[in-house]
């Protein structure tokens, strides 16, 4: 009996240390100490119908976390409003105006002063020979003594309205017929030589230079300039052209 009783003690004793866990891992307590092992046990929600794992599985991991935060580190950002409105402002309108019949002097003051001062303005100078005069002469042919013996024998021909060009250049010691703004004016007196037998007469245009600008920019600055008192003062023709 004694040895019953011993052994009994003994298998009691074990019975106990296998419980407490004296013996090694021990056997779970309950729902309480489960959660308590359980890793972050702060994020496990207890919801109504579901459980646990299906909420461990829904929730972002911090890696997918910070590679949302890098996405919207890479959006650009939203332009703003001052932006959209530049952006939207439709373009001033712009003119093209042509400022002729002008001297050099003229062309060069509109040139140097009027447009340089004027931003967004942009100035084409062109220039051309316009006819302003016909001229009815004979050639000079030999010097002075040839031209006045030709002069005697336009006077014996019933010519009188005549001169020597005494001027240095290519139309010294020429006898000058007359001078004309038109050149029908001139070929009819042309004509009118020809019937009194005078040889060698011809016609000869006196050409000047004109000078014109073509302006381009903003509608209302080249309005301004074609306006201003240097343009209306030198007496300039305005027209358009194309922008």
Request: charged letters at 20%.
């Amino acid at each position: 009996m004694r040895i019953v009783f011993v052994i009994l003690v003994l298998l009691n004793l074990l019975a106990l240390a296998s419980i407490r866990g004296w013996l090694g891992t021990p056997a779970p307590e309950g729902e309480p100490e489960r959660l308590s092992n359980q890793l972050n046990p702060e994020r496990i929600v207890l919801r109504p119908g579901g459980n646990a794992s299906q909420h461990d599985a829904a929730a972002p991991t911090p890696a997918t976390a910070e590679s949302g935060d890098d996405r919207d580190a890479e959006t650009p950002p939203a332009p703003t409003t001052p932006a959209i409105a530049a952006a939207a402002a439709p373009a001033a309108p712009q003119a093209c105006t042509v400022i002729g019949a002008l001297a050099e002097s003229e062309a060069d003051a509109l040139m140097q002063t009027a447009i340089a001062d004027k931003p967004g303005l942009r100035g084409e100078r062109k220039s051309s020979s316009t006819p302003t005069a016909w001229w009815v002469r004979i050639p000079p042919n030999g010097g002075r003594d040839a031209a006045e013996r030709r002069v005697a024998e336009l006077r014996g021909q019933g010519v009188s309205d005549l001169f020597i060009v005494n001027d240095p250049g290519p139309n010294q010691y020429a006898i000058s017929l007359g001078l004309f703004k038109t050149e029908a004016k001139a070929q009819q007196h042309l004509a009118n030589l020809q019937a009194k037998r005078v040889r060698g007469a011809s016609i000869a245009s006196r050409t000047t230079a004109v000078h014109r600008i073509e302006v381009r920019g903003p509608a209302s600055a080249v309005k301004a300039l074609t306006s201003s008192p240097a343009v209306r003062r030198s007496g300039a023709t305005i027209s358009e052209c194309t922008p």
